[in-house]
């Protein structure tokens, strides 16, 4: 189940330095992989003004539980504001296992995630899991 995350995990995200009250705060659903399976991933505050996100849970096309090593594993870590609302820091990308530069953009209940080798980027959009 190493696509649970396919080569989309990052991007820049609006809102303001990270803080108990950060709106990017909170769990959400990834896009499915190949196989159809969705992550879960918690973002939560990791440093003063960072923000990281693990993998909580992982669910099949029909909403059921997947068994897999993905679950627990921090899929971005570091994401620090460069300028009001913007956040950028480093990501895993379970689908490849390597390490991106990446960034996060919050809008609204959809979270952008993008990661960049080199000039080459991609990009997912997440949904707030409510």
Same mark, same amino acid.
């Given at each position: 189940?190493?696509?649970?995350l ?8 609006f +809102?303001?330095?990270?803080? !108990?009250s #950060? @709106?990017?705060?909170g ?7 190949? /196989?159809?399976?969705v992550?879960?991933v918690k ?8 923000l990281? +996100?693990?993998i909580?849970? !992982?669910? #099949? @096309? ?6 897999t090593p993905n679950?627990? /594993? ?14 950028e ?10 390490v991106y530069r990446?960034g996060?953009r ?5 979270l952008k995630?993008?990661?960049c080798?080199?000039p080459?980027c991609?990009?997912?959009?997440w949904?707030?899991?409510?």
């Open positions: 189940m190493r696509a649970i396919p080569c989309a995990i990052f991007a820049v995200l +809102g303001s330095a990270a803080s !108990a #950060d @709106p990017a705060l769990k959400w659903r990834t896009e499915p992989d190949r /196989k159809g399976q992550g879960i973002v939560h505050e990791c440093a003063e003004q960072k990281c +996100g693990r909580v849970a !992982a669910r #099949d @096309p029909g909403g059921d539980p997947v068994v679950v627990g /594993k921090m899929v971005f870590w570091d994401m620090r504001p460069t300028e009001p609302g913007h956040y820091g480093m990501a895993w990308v379970p689908a490849r296992d390597a990446a996060m919050l809008m609204g209940n959809r995630v993008r990661g080798l080199g080459i991609q990009s997912q959009i949904t707030r899991v409510k």
